[in-house]
């Protein structure tokens, strides 16, 4: 089966051409499957015999919400997406000022081994496809009503594991006869696979890069993030200090705040050290408690964010939305997968 929305617009007329279509089916089928259709019988413009033939020979990926919830608080969505093998993934509305930021995930599971991930506890089951992420940029908006004008690359998996899929996704979502959405308007974010940083720099996209740091020295970082016993903290900001030669582009460094682990005063100085000659903007994120985590969120954000600010670093504090609604990093999926497990004991 040929999974046609993976495809660019090129590869697709190319697919139609070799069924002895004209080349302009191969737009107008593009147009289609980026407005969200769900069948190929919806195609009204295209001869009931191609549709037959279509839908014989061709995938058409629609996932179905497995679940959803809507925060009371802030009105952030968090869908839970079944794909067509049954696995789960996550995506994220949040809604800002600026506009409608969808979150989406980039692999069914994860194999980077943060300690203090939801993710990543039960490890990678697979790649998705360029269809299944851009799926879930269409299928929320389809599905909530909402326009979505953002997108970050911080959901599930990571997305440097998987980056020819990412690069294939990134240049769907934004093809003027798609989804259209500007690279400016994208962030991608790595726990710093150095490999993938240095080809995303050679690519010279316009989006953001964002690298999950949450701590400065190898030490720490080894500790929480088994991805720095291969890719040292030295070769990471190296790494970033290319990449944003390259790029132009500022750099965004997640930190989540973590009790007595890395919110010590050092450590603001050490990254300060570290982001010299390049404007880097810190993220200060208060942890997210996962059950399954022994860390603890710090009570020293504020302390550490004017340590930061000290040094002339641009410091900020991620906001927390959806509280009510486990909206962050797998836990939807986390407490779905144990509660099948539960069902299938109790049958
Ligand atoms: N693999 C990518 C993207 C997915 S994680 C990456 O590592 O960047 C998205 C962000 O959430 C990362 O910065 C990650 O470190 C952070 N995160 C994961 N678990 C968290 C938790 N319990 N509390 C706060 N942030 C967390």
Not at 105 to 132: H, N, W, Y
Not at 286 to 297: Q, R, T
Not at 322 to 327: K, L, Q, S, V
């Amino acid at each position: 089966m040929i999974d046609l929305k993976s495809l660019s617009l090129q590869e697709m007329t190319d697919v139609l051409k070799s069924m002895g279509q004209p080349a302009f089916r191969g737009k107008q089928v593009f147009t289609w499957l980026h407005k969200g259709a769900r069948s190929f019988e919806e195609m009204t413009n295209l001869p009931k015999a191609l549709r037959d033939q279509l839908a014989a020979e061709c995938l058409l990926t629609v996932p179905k919400v497995a679940r959803k919830q809507v925060s009371q608080q802030d009105g952030t969505m968090k869908y839970l997406w079944e794909l067509s093998d049954g696995n789960c993934i996550e995506s994220v509305l949040m809604r800002y000022h600026y506009g409608n930021t969808v979150c989406i995930s980039s692999q069914v599971g994860c194999r980077m081994g943060c300690a203090f991930c939801a993710s990543t506890i039960a490890g990678k089951v697979r790649d998705l496809t360029p269809a299944e992420m851009l799926d879930q940029v269409l299928f929320t908006q389809l599905d909530s009503g909402l326009e979505i004008s953002n997108i970050v690359l911080m959901g599930i998996g990571e997305p440097l594991d998987n980056l020819d899929t990412v690069l294939k996704f990134l240049e769907l979502v934004n093809h003027p006869d798609g989804m259209n959405i500007g690279m400016r308007h994208i962030s991608l974010s790595t726990c710093g696979v150095i490999p993938g940083i240095r080809r995303l720099a050679e690519s010279n996209l316009q989006l953001t890069l964002s690298v999950s740091l949450h701590a400065p020295d190898d030490e720490t970082r080894s500790r929480i993030m088994p991805v720095n016993r291969a890719y040292h903290v030295d070769d990471l900001f190296d790494a970033c200090h290319a990449y944003f030669r390259r790029t132009g582009r500022r750099i965004s460094f997640e930190y989540a705040m973590i009790d007595g682990v890395n919110d010590n005063d050092w450590q603001a100085d050490l990254i300060a050290k570290r982001l010299k000659g390049m404007p880097g903007h810190v993220n200060l994120i208060p942890l997210n408690d996962v059950v399954e985590s022994p860390f603890k969120p710090s009570k020293r954000i504020a302390a550490f964010q004017r340590r930061l600010e000290s040094h002339g670093l641009t410091a900020t504090v991620r906001r927390s939305l959806g509280g009510d609604i486990d909206a962050s990093c797998g836990q939807l999926r986390r407490k779905a997968m144990e509660e099948a497990k539960k069902g299938e004991m109790s049958q």
